[in-house]
């Protein structure tokens, strides 16, 4: 704790009136009264300098001072420490071409099984799958900023990075496979990292890291700005790559996906030179069990410090002493009206 100061301290000031006044009243004669007879007082002659009434002037001094010192708002500074906490500025990079509808069933379910555990809600396609875990992720992240990008054609920062995960879950329950039209739902694994980039870009003071999730090769033709030199561009902001194959390899597809002629391809290589680029890991879940156990592998990987700077805030001294002065002020009201009453 620092030493005191005051607010308003040319407040102080009332102080000069005070003691001038104070000094006046010690020594003003007070009132007296005549009478026919001094025989039955006793000889001995007041005192000049402490008189009782003297009492009650220095109680009211008190008050009065009290009450300036209170006016001129007396503070101490107090310094909270800082305190070391762990954080990571993370964005959640998904993709959501056509074929995240499709379903990744155990290989032993027959067709018919497929179709009822669909029907019945107890397989999910890979939409549902990476909602699931991206929920579960962000739970885990109690310190982090995280951050959502969707990606189909092109890359759409949907939530910045942000400490609020309550709002960020809301949000991620809302992704439905219908959320962009069929022909926007392309796999443009380029602008997904851009958009990525772009949302993080101003988030440098602690690590910044992707998490990108992606059921497919890179679809959309650009010679120029490809998912490796997305990659690049993402290394020289020192932002780290984790990439995330999600799918089986035989995967199940409903009528609806087969008929617009969804491609259900992926090679692995572009998701693995992504990674090695950019410092992170590639990791590879072909069922809901391991996309879990890869989430998990991320959330230990992804632990450092973020140093919160100490915080200085002014306490108040005033209501204390302004208690006293009114205390002080009702004694001496109490005193004058009974033992030390005076004649008026």
């Known amino acids: 704790m620092s030493d005191i100061i005051f607010a308003h301290p040319h407040v102080l000031w009332l102080w000069l009136p005070l003691i ?4 006046w009243r010690w020594f003003s004669v007070p009132a007296s009264i005549a009478v026919s007879s001094t025989d039955h007082y006793t000889g001995g002659a007041p005192s000049k300098f402490f008189a009782p009434r003297h009492i009650l002037l220095l109680l009211e001094a008190l008050a009065a001072s009290a009450f300036i010192i209170a006016l001129a708002r007396p503070q101490s500074d107090v310094e909270l420490m800082p305190s070391i906490k762990e954080g990571t500025d993370i964005m959640l990079v998904l993709d959501y071409s056509n074929s995240m509808d499709a379903f990744d069933p155990d290989s032993s379910m027959h067709d018919d099984e497929v179709r009822e555990a669909i029907r019945e809600g107890r397989i999910k396609d890979r939409l ?11 739970k885990r992240r109690s310190g982090d900023r995280i951050g959502l990008v969707i990606f189909g054609h092109d890359g759409y920062p949907v939530v910045t990075p942000t400490p609020d995960h309550d709002y960020l879950i809301a949000y991620v329950n809302q992704l439905e496979n219908s959320l962009l039209y069929t022909n926007e739902r392309g796999t443009n694994i380029a602008g997904g990292i851009a958009a990525g980039i772009k949302a993080l870009k101003d988030y440098n003071e ?3 890291t992707m998490v990108l999730i992606t059921d497919g090769d890179h679809t959309v033709t650009d010679e120029i700005f490809t998912p490796v030199t997305a990659a690049e561009a993402a290394r020289s902001q020192d932002i780290t790559i984790h990439t995330v194959g999600i ?6 597809l409903l009528e609806s996906l087969a008929r617009i002629g969804a491609l259900i391809r992926f090679d692995t290589r572009n998701l693995e030179k992504i990674a090695a680029i950019t410092n992170g890991r590639f990791f590879r879940a072909k069922d809901n069990q391991g996309f879990e156990e890869v ?10 410090s973020k140093k919160t700077p100490a915080l200085v805030y002014q306490r108040d001294l005033y209501p204390k002493i302004l208690i006293a002065g009114v205390i002080a002020l009702a004694l001496a009201f109490l005193l004058r009206h009974t033992l030390l009453r005076e004649i008026s």
Do not use: C, K, W
């Open 206 to 208: 602690t690590r910044r």
């Open 20 to 23: 001038g006044g104070l000094i």
């Open 295 to 304: 989430m998990n592998t991320i959330d230990s990987l992804e632990t450092t």
């Open 247 to 252: 799918g089986s390899d035989d995967p199940y």
């Open 128 to 138: 549902g799958v990476a909602r699931d875990q991206i929920i579960r992720f962000i």
